[in-house]
């Protein structure tokens, strides 16, 4: 099945700087790959997604990156400020069927 | 657009009862839903897919008479906890898929989470 593997587990960036968050996932078939913010005590909110006919896609400070060759996809936060701080989930799907990465906890120190 | 919402949002039960959780699509139809559990500072774990008018579908490990959902319209699936225990305190995510339209077919969007304390 599935397998969703994201790195780093904790990440610490000046307020300004970039946060890049990696995923690597195991079956070709997967087609879909959203990114969810969760932060405490609440659920995941959908970010940015990226389909696999696409390479890149930016939505303002976001942006999220794809090599299907190698089955990578990347999240990019330039600018950060101390509101990006939350856990960061990436997810990869064939159909409707996630499977989570197993999150990101970003701190942006002011 | 796109909101799911779950009630409640916090629970306290005592052991041996049964607790249920609503998970509603505000402003669209969706025929699947699905429940996640995650544990602090977990991912997200899908525990089973719901399907208006039919049986879930549980993930390996998941006990279906402990976890009861039903989908009983397009707008509406109900996680019921039974005979709960300490251990299955946890945070219960619904997410649920537009039936159509949206973003696309993949896409899904989460309720904001209940967290179930039994005691």
């Known amino acids: 099945g599935e397998n969703v593997e994201q790195h780093p587990s904790t990440l610490s960036v000046q307020e300004g700087d970039s946060a890049v968050i990696k995923c690597t996932y195991s079956?070709?078939?997967?087609?879909?790959f959203p990114w969810y913010k969760q932060e405490l005590g609440k659920g995941p909110q959908l970010i940015i997604d990226i389909r696999s006919n696409v390479g890149e896609k930016k939505d303002q400070r976001i942006a999220v990156t794809l090599n299907k060759t190698a089955k990578h996809f990347s999240l990019h936060i330039t600018e950060t400020q101390p509101e990006d701080s939350a856990v960061y989930f990436c997810a990869a799907s064939v159909t409707y069927k996630y499977i989570f990465g197993t999150g990101t906890r970003l701190k942006v120190l002011a | 657009g796109a909101v799911v919402s779950q009630h409640p949002s916090r629970v306290i039960c005592k052991s041996g009862t049964s607790v249920k959780i609503e998970c509603r699509s505000l402003?669209?139809?969706?025929?699947?839903m699905f429940w996640y559990r995650q544990f602090p500072k977990k991912s997200l774990m899908l525990m089973a897919t719901?399907?208006?008018?039919?049986?879930?579908?549980?993930e390996q490990g998941v006990e279906k008479d402990k976890f009861l959902i039903n989908h009983a319209s397009l707008t509406l699936s109900t996680l019921t906890v039974t005979s709960a225990h300490p251990e299955d305190s946890s945070f219960y995510i619904c997410?649920?898929?537009?039936?159509?339209?949206?973003?696309?077919?993949?896409?899904?969007?989460f309720g904001e989470g209940s967290w179930l304390t039994v005691v």
């Open positions: 719901s399907n208006e008018g039919s049986k879930a579908t549980y």
């Open positions: 997410s649920a898929r537009p039936s159509a339209g949206g973003a696309g077919g993949n896409t899904i969007y």
């Open positions: 079956d070709s078939a997967s087609n879909y």
């Open positions: 402003d669209f139809q969706a025929t699947t």
